[in-house]
T-cell receptor, first 115, second 109 residues
Framework: ETGVTQSPTHLIKTRGQQVTLRCSSQ?????VSWYQQALGQGPQFIFQ???????GRGNFPPRFSGLQFPNYSSELNVNALELDDSALYLC??????????????FGEGSRLTVL | GQSLEQPSEVTAVEGAIVQINCTYQ??????LSWYQQHDGGAPTFLSY????GLEETGRFSSFLSRSDSYGYLLLQELQMKDSASYFC??????????FGTGTRLQVFP
């Protein structure tokens, strides 16, 4: 177990709705990344936050947004949900000082279904 | 563009050795990581190669050849619990990980 916790674990929304997913980082970690994992695929990088600032973004539209709080917990918000947003959303924490080790600590994810 | 290729599925029997290959094409390459993910679980870190050569961690070893843009994960003395999906992932200079599509390993008794 990594110490990264995510909530909710499962949720169902309808097209056009908005969703907020939450992540609590492993103690001492100051960097959080969010990934989207479609069924049968590898995780796709959405964005990363370091010290409450966005620090890199993948190929996702602006309706995907995030926040990092002073305690390093984080939120992922998705507006105007589309059917293709159905996926497992993974949060991963790390320590910026360990950058370059390739090691991220993932939570078990929030599985979003959009109907 | 950036891409990683790995076999979609590999099968083996308990006690055997299996090698999962990964070829990549990316800019800003820093290193290659390997992650294991059981169904319904979180990806968990297995190993990282920043330099060419072999890294060994217990029953698992990982290899990298930067000149060939190629790496592999070697799993020895396979156990039933090793049945999972395995992902190679490239670390870039932007500190994000780019994951492959995963290799599903099935271990049979």
């Amino acid at each position: 177990e990594t110490g990264v916790t995510q909530s909710p674990t499962h949720l169902i929304k309808t097209r056009g709705q908005q969703v907020t997913l939450r992540c609590s980082s492993q103690s001492g970690h100051n960097t959080v990344s969010w990934y989207q994992q479609a069924l049968g695929q590898g995780p796709q990088f959405i964005f990363q936050y370091y010290r409450e600032e966005e620090n890199g973004r993948g190929n996702f539209p602006p309706r995907f947004s995030g926040l990092q709080f002073p305690n390093y917990s984080s939120e992922l918000n998705v507006n105007a949900l589309e059917l293709d947003d159905s996926a497992l959303y993974l949060c991963a924490s790390s320590l910026a000082e360990d950058r370059g080790t390739g090691e991220l600590f993932f939570g078990e994810g929030s599985r979003l279904t959009v109907l | 563009g950036q891409s990683l290729e790995q076999p979609s599925e590999v099968t083996a029997v308990e006690g055997a050795i299996v090698q999962i290959n990964c070829t990549y094409q990316t800019s800003g390459f820093y290193g290659l990581s390997w992650y294991q993910q059981h169904d319904g679980g979180a990806p968990t870190f297995l190993s990282y190669n920043g330099l060419d050569g072999l890294e060994e961690t217990g029953r698992f070893s990982s290899f990298l050849s930067r000149s060939d843009s190629y790496g592999y994960l070697l799993l020895q003395e396979l156990q039933m619990k090793d049945s999972a999906s395995y992902f190679c992932a490239v670390s870039t200079n932007t500190d994000k990980l780019i994951f492959g599509t995963g290799t599903r390993l099935q271990v049979f008794p």
